[in-house]
């Protein structure tokens, strides 16, 4: 049988065989966490410069919508002026053709009175005219109704 220093020495050899096995297995998981510690590292690292290299392309593309938008702005703002432009003067145009034509009217509403006054001159001298021929015929027949009057009276 055994004595107790020679297990005590068995165990011992044992315990340090078994720390040996889990120092090594210690440093086999150490070894393999920082070669994926690097790798995500690495990765890590790569997945940020491709995502500032995104970055930058989506604000040179913001830049540039930017740009063009700035440039449609203006080319509106120009076309809305000289659409402006245009209503002004077409506006002008129709104002002056107004006027022009009120002119024309007023001119024509003038002729119209004044022929319109005419003819009422016309008319009440062709009255007048009328009037007279009345009362002379009215005459001529109380002279004629007279003359055949006294002609029965005197000559019986």
Known sequence: MATDTELFTEILKRVDGRLDVLIRENAEIKAELKSDIAGLTSEIAKVRTELKSDIGEIKSEITKVRTELKSDITGLTSEITKVRTELKSDVGEIKSEIAKVRTELKSDIGEIKS????????????????????????????ATAFGFIAKLTFNP
């Open 115 to 142: 022929d319109f006054k005419a003819d009422i001159a016309d008319l009440k001298i062709q009255m007048r005219s009328q009037d007279t021929k009345i009362w002379g015929f009215i005459a001529a027949l109380f």
